[in-house]
Structures are given as structure tokens and as C-alpha cells.
């Protein structure tokens, strides 16, 4: 072994519970060899180097259990291995997985320790190693080292690999509760929770309670509308249509403006709202019939979306989407407006780890800017605001900055929200629907002691489109818990 290296002896993946911690973690043997009799306080500019890379390093608390506990360590002096462990669970953040367990101990033989961190997904932990060495390496023997490509081929690996973010909320949640968990695909999001009796598994959002009648009914906008429909919900009128001429007819019935969408569709796509014109309407049903099995003209009710989690029955969370605009400058093109004002948004990604997409002229908003008398190469006048996206749905999601508690002052959408829950989807955990409210109660006088007013959904005007088939989390997860 030459000089100053690092060599991984044996890596052991531990699965379930294990000496170390309950979730699962991987445990390297390495050998640092003449590492041994240079810790790091006698390895000159290795604080330096490592604290200017790895900025994260500070949040990292150590034994001193302090923010700049680990860097205290480093610069004090500590050994090969454990800057290992550290830089790896650094790597592995900034791969966009959660914040991991880590330990190094070493052996009764001189130089090899045991180096133990999270498991999230073997060939991501293995590969956070393999960086990990080659980054402290060049560290230590100050050579230059390409530290955004290494975490570009990570992130591209934890993005193949790694749970979607949904199935990720449910696992983590369920470890902080001391309940361990196994990974049954490779690729896939199937998930057991458990061992024996108390075991139960998990796909994305669904879990072994999912009822299969429920998941038939959620997948048919129409049959959901009349069945929440049958218990008092409030639905917007609207009909299945099977041609263009018919999609007209069927708006003109039920007045303007108009939505149009696929019956079976999800995640907003082929979604087209506020349609005034045959033409619109013409265009919108060419996209919406190509997206599902067939497509619904509705009446389009103005108002702001929200999105309503439901969970075991309850309403859990909800997010409020805001209309995508930019403001022009009077130099720049509407492409260039969206890249400078709406995607520079660092929680806009291109993964399933970022809360919002980026967002690009599709079809829907050549159509919106067409009513605007805009193309994406248009230049707007300086200060003129020019809307992109009305309905911020979960692949292209607006501004969903506002986040609610329930209010106590209007309770009714929340009761009629969860009354449809249990009719679509009778047996589903978890649902997600997009009601759009209308309107403001009007504010209580000062002093006065306030009582729940009874049920009145239609005065309110809040109706629900349809429910998602597979509910993503994200309200959950980046909108605000309510009490």
C-alpha cells in the first residue's frame, strides 16, 4: 500500500435492525495505513481545503453535539476514518437524500476502523464512499478535485435510485417512530414496513389497505363526480364529449368559460381551463384527447386552487397554487422572463427531489399567451405582467409559497372535502383533491365570540375538480401541516 491512502477492506450491507441503528446502514472496514500517525491536525491546510468544499460540514454537530462540532474535531485533530464518515454523509446531502446516521470505530488492529453510515440505497451509499475517498485523498495531498461533477453523478444516481419523494416521507416518518423498513425493488418503490405479524407494505402513496374499487373509481372523473355528487358535494356541471364539434356544443350548454380534460388523465396534464372561444376549445380537446381515454367539458370556476391531502380519513395538509406570471422589462423575451423570474427558483428541478418543476411553454401556455397576443419570443412592455400558467398543477406547480392551518372561521370545505374522500375513495389513506374556492367570508365584529357557522358549500362556491389517483405528498411535505 503506498503512502497516505485509504483502503476499503470489506463492505457488509446490514438490512434490517443491527448493532449500530435500526434503519438499514452499510459497514466498511478500512485501512488507513500511515493516515494513522497523521491526524488531521498535522496535515497542514486540510481544514482549509475540506471547510471551503464541504461549507455543509458545519451543521455537522460531532461529539461536541454543536452547530461546528465536526470542523472543531478536524481542526483539533481527528483521524482518517472519521473525516470519511463525515464527507461521505455530506455527499449524500448534498445528493439530495436526508440527513444520515453515521459512526467510525476503530479495531485492535492498528490503522483499520469500522465506518458505518446510512443505507438509503446501495449503490448511492457505495458510490458516496467511492467519492468520498477519492475527494479526502486530494485533500489531503492538496490536488485540485472536480467536487460539482462528483455530485452531479451523484445526484443523476440518487434520482434513478432513490425513493420517490412520497414513498420517502412515509418511510422516514415511519422511522422516527422506531418502525424499520425493507426496500423490495431495486428500482421501485415497494416498501415493507415492519417484520411479521406487525408487517405492512407501501407503493408510492398506497399502501396494503388500498382498496382496488376505490382505485377504479378515482381513475374515472365522471363516475367521481357522481358519486361525491350523490352526497351533497358540489361539483361543476359538465359531460363526457367524443368530438371537437361535440366539445363546443357541450360548452355552449353549459356556458362559458370552460374546462377542458382528459376523463381518466392525472398531474394536470391536458388540463386547459378558461376557454372562451370554439377555437380554444377545438385546440384544448385535440391535447386532451391524446392524454387519456376520452375527454370532459366543465364549467370553469373562477377561483384560487388548493391542494387538500387527506390521510386516513382526515385532511391533513393543504397548499395554495398561485397563477405563473412574469413582468416584463421591456429587453427581455417571455422564454427569457420565465428562466430570469420564475425558474431561477432554486425548489425548481427537473427530479422528483424538487417541490416545483421548471416551467416551459407547453401547449397550454402558447394558448394562454395567445389571448395575451404574446409568443414565448415576444418582448413585453417594461412592467406589463404577463400570466404563463393558470392551473399550477403537480408537475408544473406554481408559487405554492401560501400555506394554510384550517381555520376554525370556515370549516365547511374541509367537512365537504372529506365527506367526498370517503364516497370516491372509500378504504384509500391517503387522497388528494384540488377544490377551488371562491369568495371571502366576511370578518367577524371585534368582540364578539365566534361559532361555527353551519354547512354552506354552495354560497362558497368551492368545488372540487377531481381526485388524484396516486396523491403525491408534497403538500405535506413542503405545504404546511394543519392542526
Given at each position: 500500500m503506498k503512502n497516505k491512502d485509504i483502503v476499503f477492506r470489506d463492505?457488509?450491507?446490514?438490512r434490517g435492525p443491527n448493532i449500530w441503528t435500526y434503519p438499514p446502514v452499510i459497514e466498511t472496514w478500512i485501512d488507513i495505513g500511515e493516515l494513522e500517525d497523521f491526524p488531521s491536525s498535522k496535515i497542514p491546510g486540510l481544514y482549509e481545503r475540506l471547510s471551503a468544499w464541504l461549507p455543509g460540514l458545519v451543521e455537522h454537530r460531532c461529539s461536541y453535539d454543536e452547530r461546528g462540532g465536526f470542523l472543531r474535531r478536524l481542526e483539533e485533530g481527528t483521524w482518517a476514518g472519521h473525516i470519511l464518515e463525515h464527507i461521505v454523509?455530506?455527499?449524500?446531502?448534498?445528493?439530495?437524500?436526508?440527513?444520515?446516521?453515521?459512526?467510525?470505530?476503530?479495531?485492535?488492529?492498528?490503522?483499520?476502523?469500522?465506518?458505518?453510515?446510512?443505507?438509503?440505497h446501495e449503490e448511492v451509499t457505495r458510490m458516496s464512499l467511492d467519492i468520498g475517498r477519492e475527494l479526502l485523498l486530494a485533500a489531503i495531498a492538496d490536488q485540485p478535485y472536480d467536487l460539482d461533477e462528483a455530485v452531479r453523478l451523484l445526484r443523476r444516481k440518487v434520482d434513478r435510485k432513490y425513493l420517490g419523494p412520497s414513498?420517502?416521507?412515509?418511510v422516514l416518518a415511519g422511522e422516527k417512530r422506531g418502525i424499520p423498513h425493507i426496500r423490495l425493488l431495486d428500482d421501485g418503490?415497494?416498501?415493507q414496513l415492519g417484520y411479521g405479524a406487525a408487517m405492512r407494505r407501501i407503493w408510492t402513496a398506497e399502501t396494503d389497505q388500498t382498496s382496488a374499487i376505490a382505485e377504479t373509481i378515482s381513475r374515472d372523473k365522471d363516475l367521481t363526480k357522481e358519486l361525491i355528487s350523490s352526497v351533497g358535494v358540489p361539483v361543476p356541471e359538465g359531460r363526457e364529449v367524443d368530438s371537437a364539434d361535440d366539445a363546443w356544443d357541450a360548452a355552449e350548454d353549459i356556458g362559458l368559460p370552460v374546462v377542458v380534460k382528459p376523463t381518466d388523465g392525472n398531474h394536470g396534464r391536458g388540463v386547459f381551463i378558461d376557454l372562451m372561444t370554439r377555437e380554444e376549445v377545438a385546440k384544448a380537446y385535440a391535447i386532451a384527447v391524446e392524454e387519456g381515454s376520452g375527454v370532459l367539458v366543465e364549467r370553469s370556476i373562477q377561483g384560487i386552487e388548493h391542494r387538500l391531502l387527506v390521510v386516513g380519513g382526515k385532511l391533513v395538509a393543504a397548499n395554495r397554487s398561485d397563477l405563473i406570471t412574469v413582468t416584463g422589462d421591456g429587453k427581455s423575451t417571455v422564454l427569457e422572463l420565465i428562466d430570469s423570474q420564475v425558474n431561477i427558483d432554486p425548489r425548481r428541478g427537473?427530479?422528483?427531489?424538487?417541490?416545483?418543476?421548471?416551467?416551459?411553454?407547453?401547449?397550454?401556455a402558447k394558448i394562454e399567451l395567445e389571448r395575451q397576443g404574446l409568443t414565448g419570443d415576444?418582448?413585453?412592455?417594461?412592467?406589463?405582467?404577463?400570466?404563463?400558467?393558470?392551473?399550477?398543477?403537480?408537475?408544473?406547480?406554481?408559487?405554492?409559497g401560501r400555506r394554510h392551518r384550517r381555520s376554525q372561521r370556515r370549516p365547511q370545505p374541509a367537512h365537504a372535502h372529506q365527506a367526498g374522500h370517503r364516497q370516491a375513495a372509500p378504504g384509500r389513506p391517503g387522497h388528494r383533491r384540488q377544490p377551488v374556492r371562491q369568495g371571502r367570508q366576511r370578518p367577524r365584529a371585534a368582540g364578539r365570540r365566534h361559532r361555527h357557522p353551519r354547512p354552506q358549500h354552495r354560497r362558497q362556491d368551492g368545488r372540487p375538480p377531481h381526485p388524484s389517483l396516486r396523491p403525491a405528498f408534497r403538500p405535506g411535505l413542503h405545504g404546511r401541516h394543519l392542526s
Open positions: 463492505t457488509i450491507s446490514l454523509l455530506e455527499l449524500m446531502t448534498l445528493a439530495g437524500l436526508p440527513d444520515g446516521f453515521g459512526r467510525t470505530r476503530e479495531t485492535t488492529t492498528r490503522g483499520v476502523y469500522k465506518l458505518v453510515v446510512s443505507n438509503f414513498t420517502a416521507a412515509i418503490n415497494l416498501v427537473t427530479t422528483e427531489l424538487h417541490p416545483l418543476s421548471i416551467i416551459k411553454i407547453d401547449t397550454a415576444s418582448v413585453p412592455a417594461k412592467d406589463r405582467e404577463v400570466l404563463i400558467q393558470r392551473n399550477a398543477n403537480l408537475e408544473a406547480a406554481g408559487r405554492t
